[in-house]
């Protein structure tokens, strides 16, 4: 992987974060790389949506 992807990655990992930490009221730190969506953060289809929504803006 270039250097310029691995930064996209980040990136994009950050603002998911960033998002999902707001949205669901949990901390930045509990959302990691192999978390999952409803099991590890109790998320649901409308949390799902929502996130979706954002980052097509």
Same mark, same amino acid.
């Given at each position: *992987? =270039?250097?310029?992807?691995?930064?996209?990655?980040?990136? $994009?990992?950050? *603002? %998911?974060?960033?998002?999902?930490? =707001?949205?669901?009221? $949990?901390?930045?730190?509990? $959302?990691?790389?192999? %978390?999952?969506?409803?099991?590890?953060?109790?998320?649901?289809?409308?949390?799902?949506?929502?996130? %979706? *929504?954002?980052?097509?803006?």
């Amino acid at each position: *992987m =270039t250097e310029a992807a691995a930064t996209s990655r980040e990136q $994009i990992f950050e *603002m %998911v974060r960033t998002h999902l930490s =707001t949205e669901l009221e $949990i901390e930045p730190a509990e $959302i990691e790389d192999e %978390v999952r969506f409803r099991e590890d953060l109790d998320a649901d289809s409308l949390d799902l949506y929502e996130l %979706v *929504m954002e980052l097509e803006d």
